[in-house]
């Protein structure tokens, strides 16, 4: 039931764009999207409810396509604070309302 | 606004001692909660979850449990700790109810156990 992310680690340059994938094999319900920075607790990006459905704010984006049960989540135009990792967190269909699961977290390394 | 306070923020116990970590919510009624453990570099494993005083659900069976006295206070407990148990606790909250929202991680308890 843990939704898959890929790729596991990705290093960028400033300025350059990043894609992160969640595949999960159940029907979802809702997508969360969080990002941890070391040492530190996760912390809330954005939540897709609908298939179909596009969220971004400032350069930040995700999308959420039901039918694949897939989500992406899409980086701009990277600026070093975007480095961490990034967690995606799924909600089935049929499941306790409100619990996610988690994938493993795609490390994001973005350098000057 | 609403907070969440963990505590202690870094704990050392050895193999077989009790644990008591505590979460606090401020600014928000009847919430959700969520104990999770997150093991050294691995995602979130959801242990515990509340949408209510008394009332909790466990997601992976093992030595630990969890309570809640308390609308906003969310308690986890082991009467023996093992090695395993060693990892970053988590607490986080959401609002209740039946949509599903975003949740808000506390600062986190980091175990280990010797």
């Known amino acids: 039931q843990q939704p898959v992310q890929s790729p596991q680690a990705v290093i960028l340059r400033e300025g350059e764009d990043a894609v992160i994938n969640c595949s999960s094999s159940?029907?979802?319900?809702?997508v969360h999207w969080y990002r941890q920075k070391h040492g530190e607790a996760p912390v809330f990006l954005m939540i897709?409810?609908?298939?179909?459905e596009q969220k971004g704010h400032d350069k930040i984006s995700a999308s959420f396509n039901e039918k694949k049960q897939q989500s992406s989540l899409y980086l701009t135009a990277s600026q070093l604070s975007y480095s961490g990792t990034y967690f995606c967190?799924?909600?089935?269909?049929?499941?306790?309302?409100?619990?996610?699961?988690f994938g493993k977290g795609t490390k994001l390394s973005v350098k000057p | 606004s609403q907070t969440i306070h963990q505590w202690p923020a870094t704990l050392v116990q050895p193999v077989g001692s009790p644990l008591s970590l505590e979460c606090t919510v401020e600014?928000?009624?009847?919430?959700?909660l969520y104990w999770y453990r997150q093991a050294a570099g691995r995602g979130l494993q959801l242990l515990f979850y509340?949408?209510?005083?008394?009332?909790i659900s466990s997601e992976v069976p093992q030595n630990l449990s969890a309570s809640r006295p308390q609308d906003r206070q969310f308690i986890l407990s082991s009467k023996k700790l093992l090695l395993s148990d060693s990892g970053f606790y988590l607490c986080?909250?959401?609002?209740?109810?039946?949509?599903?929202?975003?949740?808000?991680f506390g600062p986190g308890t980091r175990l280990t156990v010797t």
């Open positions: 600014g928000t009624s009847n919430p959700n």
């Open positions: 897709l409810l609908k298939g179909g």
């Open positions: 986080a909250w959401s609002r209740g109810g039946t949509l599903s929202y975003e949740q808000y």
């Open positions: 509340s949408v209510g005083i008394g009332q």
């Open positions: 967190g799924t909600e089935l269909y049929g499941g306790s309302q409100g619990n996610l699961i």
């Open positions: 159940k029907a979802l319900y809702s």
